[in-house]
């Protein structure tokens, strides 16, 4: 079997609520689980995922091997798109598939008896019998119409499948004749396991059916092929705790069979997660329990035989032996492999139930990676655990909401920032999982999260210079409500912020004083700067743009930096430009840069240069030269260290609006038009051709992409400040409004005399630019190899790029669907991890990868067609068949209406000639009537 792409996978749980979502093959090597949309492999003994199939639209909902060893690399897989597909698991090709169901498949089973036999049934209850081998047209059956929830072939009689309906009924059909051999009632409920056992060294051959009624029943098959009695009913134990009416609608039960010579046992599942050892040869049934690990509903349990060598649990010194395993998967999002001579677990492997938003690692402990999960929770994840490789800590009570965004504390160990979708902002400690949620928070979903590590004189500055505006009990920066927090302040001379971005708009939080709502920075920027904003319709008020991303230049950067490093505020905005704040808030530059709204923003530093990596949902990814901006940021802190800058009026005689416009060619010159307006210097972003509107970031509703529209605004940059000790002549300012051709790029000098007109003014050196075929939503600096950038796209896939040669360095392959995040390891040179739609994270060794660059146009283009032109053959081969089903039903519905006819006709003739007699008879009669009585 060939091996996936990517290193390891933090996989996806396998779905709830299926009779048969999973099953391991005959040589017990692998366990298929069915996720979402696609088919997750895993090997047993390695205890590492091999690979996934993906080939159906919807979720996955019945998994089987085949029965016969020649063909135990042949997977069939049923989904609620309606469709059965055979798969190669060796090559993972797709082989052959239908989709004569018209409603969703629930139940499958494949044959001992005969190898390509597959048999599915549907919510409908109907059945439909598939040999994969031939081309025949398959066969349908619907005895009843109620929901299959259950079913399996029968290990004795190879026409014959066993079938466990919705309301309680057992029914065993001929599948060539379509007849109901037994019908087997006892069950009132909903049947959820049928299991055969396969091994006739007893004597007779048992059928066990669990139900949801709490019952068990064991059906004993007589030599003569007839259930002469029902062996036996095993009835759930009490539940240890109290049960609630949700846990009675939710309960499920399902068993298998305990594979030995001697005794005639199996394994079932229970009240909540425990699952029972049952031994059955006695006269009444006794059971063991086994240890506590699951905590929730057990929804599949597979014995299976461990390899002929010992092998070493990772969780027990106790070698293994033959026919002793089982797995089982649970609501708990657990895969747990089980000893069954001891009861308990030989490992267990965790999974994600809803799309992982955004990933990040501590620099305290950057083994561990922390995950923001739609189902609710965080995980902490250490894959670099010599003990267990998916050792992880999941926190999850007192979450009302998907996490959104988190962040690890910069000087605290084991203390995380998260955000919720509904706009909170919160604090926890992975240890105590003890939740500290913020005062108030966003109207909406937040999509950035970053600490700041401030020095105590530039929170007084700021504080100093809104000192005006924060004359209530919600002021930031204000006296700590936390002496604990405040005594680390003032001992270490720092303080640490938390910022947070959602519903346009980003806040500062002190995380001192959780009582103190979020103070929206645009106070602070107005502040700074006056007269900058957008105009708004009707009303001499400026608003600020629509902020979408945010990044702070300070932590990050310190290891490769000196310590009169310069701190900068990077926001990405809708309408796809970018703004550049002192750490004061002032504006130091603005930009457009991008078609539609800015995702991820993540500064770099590389030969004493810093660069700003931009993402969009145009599909781009922006490489800024910021040298010059942070250098002179850096002399005009130097100049003014112990307070902030004077600023005065520009008092120009004419002012500019300068529109910029974005060609979706990177090979193509950015243009700017001037013209004249009355006492204002704008910036405008237009387009060619029609306008557009700008996708809002990722939303998950119900496992569907949902785009959220923002139109694009255009941003007024305002420039009225200038420092008192610049030369430059206020009534005379004349700015440059010619850009940098690609091929003459302007390149800053240390010989280039710095300003405040041309820092402010010009556009910043875009230093490449790389394409994905669709949005791309996270970028990630190596710190290792500076000149590595690392993005994810909607694309699913991610991309390592050279900056410094403008290449490709390998694309990564593997995901089932959009990326949300994508991280570079702290640790490890060549690992980069990545996460998203698929509800997995992946591992990936970026020197193992063959592809170098996203797939083109024409690559996905051709993809498509090839499924399309798969479908459509499919389609036509199911429409021929029916057209061959019909005409013969004409010519059946044609024969018998000639034979009908003919008949008519026959029974006409025959009516006709009767007819004629009883005339001719009755003439006769009246002949002899007439005669005189002397003839007579």
Not at 349 to 356: A, K, R, S, Y
Not at 409 to 418: C, D, L, M, R, T
Not at 760 to 781: A, D, G, I, M, R
Request: glycine share 4%; aromatic share 8%.
């Amino acid at each position: 079997m060939g091996s996936p792409s990517y290193d390891f996978m933090f996989p996806t749980s396998p779905n709830w609520y299926l009779a048969k979502v999973s099953d391991v093959d005959t040589t017990n090597t692998y366990f298929a689980f069915g996720a979402k949309n696609s088919t997750h492999l895993l090997d047993i003994n390695e205890r590492n995922f091999v690979g996934h199939l993906l080939g159906h639209k919807d979720r996955v909902t019945a998994v089987s091997f085949c029965k016969n060893e020649s063909l135990s690399h042949i997977l069939i897989s049923g989904s609620s798109d309606k469709s059965v597909i055979q798969w190669d698991i060796t090559n993972k090709a797709l082989l052959s598939m239908h989709s004569i169901h018209r409603n969703e498949v629930l139940a499958l089973s494949t044959s001992i008896k005969v190898p390509d036999l597959v048999v599915s049934g549907d919510k409908d209850g109907l059945i439909v019998v598939w040999q994969t081998s031939s081309k025949e047209t398959q066969k349908k059956f619907q005895p009843v119409s109620v929901s299959i929830f259950s079913m399996e072939c029968t290990p004795y009689n190879e026409e014959l499948v066993t079938l466990g309906y919705q309301n309680g009924l057992v029914l065993i059909l001929n599948i060539k004749s379509g007849d109901v051999v037994h019908r087997l009632t006892g069950h009132v409920d909903e049947v959820q396991c049928c299991r055969w056992n396969n091994a006739n060294k007893l004597g007779y051959y048992y059928l066990a059916t669990s139900s949801k009624d709490k019952t068990i029943r064991i059906w004993e098959l007589n030599e003569n092929g007839d259930f002469s009695k029902v062996y036996s009913v095993l009835q759930l134990p009490k539940a240890s705790q109290a049960i609630t009416d949700n846990q009675k609608i939710r309960r499920w039960l399902t068993l298998d069979w305990y594979h030995t010579d001697k005794d005639l046992s199996l394994i079932s599942s229970s009240h909540g997660g425990d699952l029972l050892f049952w031994q059955l040869n006695s006269k009444q049934a006794v059971y063991k329990k086994f240890s506590t690990v699951h905590s929730r509903s057990v929804f599949n349990i597979h014995t299976i035989s461990s390899p002929q060598k010992d092998q070493s649990s990772s969780s027990s010194s106790s070698k293994s032996t033959p026919q002793n395993w089982a797995i089982s998967i649970s609501m708990d999002r657990l895969i747990v492999l089980w000893d069954q001579n001891t009861l308990k677990p030989i490992w267990r492997i965790p999974g994600l139930g809803g799309f992982v938003y955004a990933l990040d690692s501590s620099i305290h402990d950057p083994r561990r990676i922390g995950a923001a999960c739609g189902d609710k929770t965080i995980r902490v994840w250490n894959p670099d655990s010599k003990k267990d490789p998916y050792e992880s800590i999941i926190i999850w009570k007192g979450i009302q909401s998907k996490v959104t965004m988190i962040a690890f504390h910069p000087k605290e160990i084991g203390i995380v920032a998260y955000a919720l979708e509904d706009g909170r902002v919160g604090i926890t400690e992975i240890h105590s999982q003890k939740l500290s949620s913020f005062q108030g928070g966003h109207k909406d979903t937040v999509y950035e999260l970053q600490w700041r590590i401030v020095k105590n004189t530039q929170t007084t500055e700021i504080n100093n210079n809104n000192e005006g505006n924060n004359n209530n009990s919600n002021e930031i920066n204000g006296e700590s409500s936390s002496k604990k927090q405040s005594n680390k302040d003032s001992e270490s001379g720092e303080k640490v912020l938390l910022y947070s971005c959602g519903d346009g708009q980003i806040l500062e939080w002190d995380p001192s004083n959780l009582n103190l709502q979020g103070k929206n920075i645009n106070q602070y920027i107005t502040t700074k700067n006056p007269n900058y904003g957008i105009p708004s319709q009707g009303s001499s008020k400026k608003r600020s743009p629509q902020r979408t991303e945010f990044c702070w230049k300070n932590g990050e950067l310190e290891t490769h930096e000196s310590e009169n490093c310069t701190e900068l505020l990077a926001v990405g905005n809708s309408d796809g430009s970018i703004e550049i704040f002192s750490s004061d808030f002032q504006l130091l530059k603005v930009f457009h840069s991008h078609r539609k709204l800015v995702n991820r923003l993540r500064w770099g530093y590389q030969d004493y240069k810093y660069f700003l990596a931009s993402a969009s949902d145009d599909s781009t990814v922006k490489v800024f030269d910021l040298t010059d901006l942070a250098n002179f940021s850096l002399h005009k802190d130097a100049a003014e260290p112990s307070a902030a800058p004077t600023t005065e009026t520009v008092n120009t005689n004419q002012n500019f609006e300068m529109s910029i416009q974005i060609s979706e060619n990177p090979n193509e010159q950015n243009n700017i038009n001037t013209q004249n307006t009355e006492n204002n210097f704008s910036i405008e972003s237009t387009e060619k051709g029609e306008s557009e509107t700008n996708q809002v970031k990722i939303n998950e509703v119900n496992n569907e992409e949902t785009n959220s529209n923002i139109t694009q605004n255009s941003i007024t940059d305002t420039i009225l400040n200038n420092d008192n000790n610049s030369n430059l002549d206020s009534e005379n300012l004349t700015v440059s409004h010619s850009l940098p051709s690609k091929a003459e790029p302007e390149k800053s000098t240390s010989s280039t005399p710095l300003s405040k007109t041309n820092v402010l003014t010009t556009y910043p050196e875009c230093v490449q630019v790389f394409w994905h075929n669709k949005s791309v939503t996270s970028v990630s600096w190596s710190p290792h190899q500076p000149n590595y950038l690392l993005s994810g796209s909607f694309d699913e896939t991610a991309q390592v790029w050279d900056v410094l040669s403008g290449t490709g360095v390998c694309n990564l392959r593997g995901h089932d669907g959009r990326i949300f995040s994508v991280m570079w390891s702290k640790l490890h040179k060549n690992r980069v991890v990545t996460a998203g739609e698929d509800q997995s994270i992946r591992l990936w060794d970026i020197s193992k990868q063959t592809h170098k660059i996203p797939p083109s146009k024409e690559e996905v283009n051709i993809t498509k067609a090839k499924i399309k032109k798969e479908k459509e053959k499919e389609k036509e081969k199911t429409q021929e068949k029916d057209k061959k089903k019909g005409k013969e039903k004409e010519k059946e519905l044609s024969e018998q209406s000639s034979e009908i006819a003919t008949t008519q006709t026959q029974i006409t003739s025959s009516q006709t000639i009767a007819t004629e007699i009883t005339e001719n008879e009755r003439n006769n009669t009246l002949t002899q009537d007439n005669s005189s009585p002397t003839e007579i």
